[in-house]
């Protein structure tokens, strides 16, 4: 296996650079230029002394928006300095590393600020609100979907079966509208959007968790209804499928107990199709939820690329899609991994 990870990783370097090349070719060809923007505003604040064609020149070498497009990706990426533009310039303004492969994801030309430091806090949210979700989601919908399988054609399997349409079939901005509309407006148990109280920065560490999550009560609700319907349907179908294989009527044939069949026999086969489903939905922790952050008003990950987009804040764009990109690879490594823990007859060794 040893191999095979050493053998993997070295693609996943390939296909990083590869993909970052691409990425910032794309964003390079958008119609903005942040040098000639900054150039633009000091030669208009000098009230026209200072001359745009220097000023210009300076902001490029600056931001390392001169030379080539091959020579700004390698330095954007960190494999080539930046151009001194004089004896004291040591490549650290604005707390700056030297590229994206030591730490420095560049300065957000909105906030004005490293990208890193705009996306700490969003990423701190995003994590805790989707981990939170995520193993409340999993927490239901496996053993729902099990008992679903094991209890196939009955009158509450049925039920199970009509309500995961309902919810599968609904968008997510409808079902988080309607919660609104039921769990904070009607019956007013929870507040609309937000994270915190005003004021509630003075507070206690303990009473500060628990008045954030009162706020977080509804969006965590409204994501765990939303992932019931498809996952469980999934558990049911795998679960169906490795309850009719020869191995799990041999197994009852020998007299073992329908728990050991169901939880030690069937569900280990049924791990295989689901193991894909379950590490992408931790994966996706990272990526935020755009739809419910920006409903509810939440500082996250998800928001804060909204945001991004919208007022044309390049750096931190290709900040989060280059790490969007590494998780993705890195998963697939992982979900191959697991594979071979979870199904013996699975080898990853080639």
Known sequence: MGKYIVKRILYIILVFFILSFLLFLIYNMLPVDKAA???????????????????????????????TTVERYLRWIGLKPYDRIDENDNRSYFGRLNGLLEGNFGDSNYYGK?????????????????????????GITIPLGIFCAVKRGSKRDVAVQVGTIVGYSLPTFIIAILFIWLFAVLLGWFPVNGMSTAGSGEWSAWRQFWDKMY?????????????????????????????????????????????????????????????????GWFLGIFSGSLMIENIFALNGIGRTYFQALTNHDNEVVLALQMFYIFVSLAGNLITDIVYGFVDPRIRVNK
């Open 37 to 67: 923007e900054t150039a633009k505003e000091e030669v208009k604040a000098s009230k026209g002394k200072l001359d745009y064609e220097v000023r210009y020149e300076y902001w490029q070498k600056k931001y390392g928006l001169n030379g």
């Open 114 to 138: 490293p990208v890193s430091e705009v996306i700490k806090e969003p990423m701190k949210n995003t994590i805790f609100i989707n981990i939170f979700a995520t193993v409340l989601a999993l």
């Open 215 to 279: 706020y977080l009560a509804l969006p965590l609700i409204v994501m765990t209804f939303c992932s019931l319907g498809g996952m469980t349907r999934y558990v049911r179908s795998s679960m169906i499928e490795a309850l009719s294989m020869d191995c799990i009527r041999t197994a009852r044939a020998k007299g073992l107990k329908e728990k050991v069949v169901i939880y030690s026999h069937a569900f280990r086969n049924a791990l295989i199709p689901i193991i894909t489903l379950v590490i």
